[in-house]
């Protein structure tokens, strides 16, 4: 239930193309959902993050789709670049026992490659 | 304004050695999480830490400990290392104890040797 599912693994597409990464997850309280890219030798930078109540945020080029009904939501690249070749997670937030704090649950992330 | 800074950011140790990693959030942060990242996988949580309390930890054994200052630095402790704990060790920061606008530190990479 605290799982959330990530896919492709890994992703190749031309300059110009509009990779798309899929992730779907169980627990309905679940209430707010980042994407995050990182870099080899880098942490995690946050892109772009969306609430349930919302079924699409775009941010520049980057897009998320959301839907509560079917537990799942993606992240678009549009007009993909060489510059976004990195690994891509998507996560979501939980509340800790009690709900004395909080945390992330990542999936397993995708890498994508932008060829020139 | 300065991110979120993680010292070291390479570490190496034998098997059954004690470790400490150390992190300083973005000023005015209160909260600071702590993520184990092993290669090739996303982030697992370990602890939150706000206003020096903890708030939650994650699946991980007592050899992991950490704590928080009076200035909201953090440090990770692990104890009696074992050679699965190799991974990127990730500091995050945020204002409040939600999770909203995390900004992680790039790493402490710890290999057990």
Known sequence: QQQVKQSPQSLIVQKGGIPIINCAYENTAFDYFPWYQQFPGKGPALLIAIRPDVSEKKEGRFTISFNKSAKQFSLHIMDSQPGDSATYFCAASTYLANQAGTALIFGKGTTLSVSS | ?113
Do not use: M
């Open chain 2, 1 to 113: 304004d300065a991110g979120v800074t993680q010292s070291p950011t390479h570490l190496i140790k034998t098997r059954g050695q004690q470790v400490t990693l150390r992190c300083s959030p973005i000023s005015g942060h209160k909260s600071v999480s702590w993520y184990q990242q092993v290669l090739g996988q996303g982030p697992q949580f370990i602890f939150q830490y706000y206003e020096k309390e903890e708030r939650g930890r994650g699946n991980f054994p007592d050899r992991f400990s950490a704590r928080q200052f009076p200035n909201y630095s953090s440090e990770l402790n692990v104890n009696a290392l074992l050679l699965g704990d190799s991974a990127l060790y990730l500091c995050a920061s945020s204002t409040d104890r939600a999770n909203y606008g995390y900004t992680f530190g790039s790493g402490t990479r710890l290999t057990v040797v």
